[in-house]
Structures are given as structure tokens and as C-alpha cells.
């Protein structure tokens, strides 16, 4: 049981630490495939097409965005450690300059030397603290998330996936006139739902996210089909 509780208490942190990529991963997989699934299906009576291209647009898709997520968290990374490193080298070079400037930057303006130098010397006593300072509000590198570059792409692989699956699963289950209706209706779903998580994660109005989410899925899938009305004749 305890076993148990530390994974899921693990995977609760680390679906947290992704939320944003799942949140994009959702929307990305459901955007995407719904305008190729739409569209094939519009040129198409055949539902073995319409499957095929939906699952091979579907895994290539996740496969694409988790290898993009990995490469993008983990360059990042890297950039954040190297800029760092160079605050720590500054700092270790001449701590005094440093602590100097952060302290007349606290304290601003008005404030007397003697305030200044007291907190300059409590600056330069903790040189960790004093670089956790300049990187982040003189370089920008902000504290970087606990979660590996492979948590964020696995979970970015699952949301993706996921969601494209949503407009094809219809056409399983479904003779094809059926199945452009439920994947339709679903996948209109599955996109108003996203727009209001997107409002809740950024707290902003939830309704204007979910319209605005649905009518990025409505604009995919138009073009999807006015590209498979022109080619498919």
C-alpha cells in the first residue's frame, strides 16, 4: 500500500510539474489530427483510409512533439546552467562589486551608505544566495523545474496521443456517415474542455478560452476539409 501511495504521489508531482505541456500536448494532438481526420474523411467514403491516416498522423504527431518537448526542456536547461555559471564566476571574481550593486538595488534610493554596506557584507557572506539573486533578476534564470526533460516529453507523448485518438476513435465504432458526426461532436467537446482548463491554469476568462479553443479545432478542421474536397475532387 505504501508502495502504491509513493507512485501515485510521484506521478501527482510530476503530471504538476508538466501541467503546462500537457495542456499544450491536449490541444496540439486534438488540433492537428481532427483537421487531417476531417479532411480525409470528407474525400473518402472508405473508413480503413480514414483510420490509417488518423492513427499514423496521430503517433507521428506525439512521437514528434515529445522529442521536441525532450530537446527543448533539456536546451533550457543547459542555457540557464551555463548563465549561472557565469553570475557564480563573476561573483567569486570580485564578490564585493557584486553585493555592492545588489544592496544599492534592495535598499533603492535614498538609502545611506552605512545601510548599504551592512547589507553588502551580509550579501557577500552568502555568495550562493547573492548568485540565486543576480541570475535571477539580472540574467532572468528562473528557478528550473524539478522534473527531468524526459517527464516532460513522456507526459507531452501521453496528452498528444491522447487527444488525437479522441477524433478517431469514432471511425472504429462507426460506419463512416455516423462517425464524421460523433468525431465531430467529441472532438467539439474535447476542445471546450480545453479552453476552459486553459482559462483555469491561467486564470483568465474561461469562456473566451474555450471559444477561442474551439475555434482554433473549427478552423483546422475546415481547412482539412476544403483541402480534401479539392484534392479528392
Avoid: C, K
Avoid at 89 to 101: C, K, L
Avoid at 118 to 147: F, I, K
Amino acid at each position: 500500500m505504501g508502495m502504491v501511495r509513493a507512485v501515485a504521489t510521484r506521478l501527482r508531482g510530476s503530471l504538476s510539474a508538466a501541467i503546462g505541456d500537457v495542456a499544450f500536448g491536449m490541444e496540439d494532438g486534438a488540433v492537428s489530427i481532427a483537421g487531417l481526420v476531417f479532411g480525409v474523411a470528407a474525400s473518402t467514403n472508405d473508413r480503413s483510409i480514414v483510420l490509417l491516416a488518423g492513427a499514423a498522423g496521430a503517433v507521428a504527431g506525439a512521437v514528434s512533439m515529445m522529442a521536441g518537448t525532450y530537446l527543448d526542456v533539456q536546451s533550457e536547461r543547459h542555457r540557464a546552467d551555463a548563465l549561472v555559471e557565469v553570475v557564480r564566476e563573476g561573483v567569486a571574481a570580485d564578490p564585493g562589486v557584486t553585493s555592492d550593486r545588489v544592496a544599492r538595488r534592495l535598499l533603492g534610493p535614498g538609502s545611506s551608505d552605512q545601510e548599504v554596506a551592512l547589507l553588502a557584507r551580509a550579501l557577500a557572506r552568502n555568495p550562493d544566495a547573492l548568485v540565486d539573486y543576480v541570475a535571477a533578476v539580472e540574467m532572468g534564470v528562473v528557478g528550473r523545474s524539478p522534473a527531468s526533460p524526459w517527464t516532460h516529453a513522456v507526459w507531452m507523448f501521453v496528452a498528444d496521443l491522447l487527444a488525437a485518438s479522441v477524433p478517431v476513435v469514432p471511425f472504429v465504432l462507426f460506419d463512416i456517415g455516423t462517425a464524421r458526426i460523433v468525431s465531430l461532436v467529441i472532438t467539439g467537446a474535447l476542445m471546450a474542455l480545453l479552453g476552459v482548463a486553459r482559462g483555469l491554469i491561467g486564470h483568465v476568462n474561461i469562456w473566451w478560452t474555450a471559444v477561442q479553443t474551439m475555434a482554433i479545432a473549427g478552423a483546422a478542421a475546415l481547412a482539412g476539409v476544403a483541402i480534401g474536397r479539392l484534392v479528392g475532387g
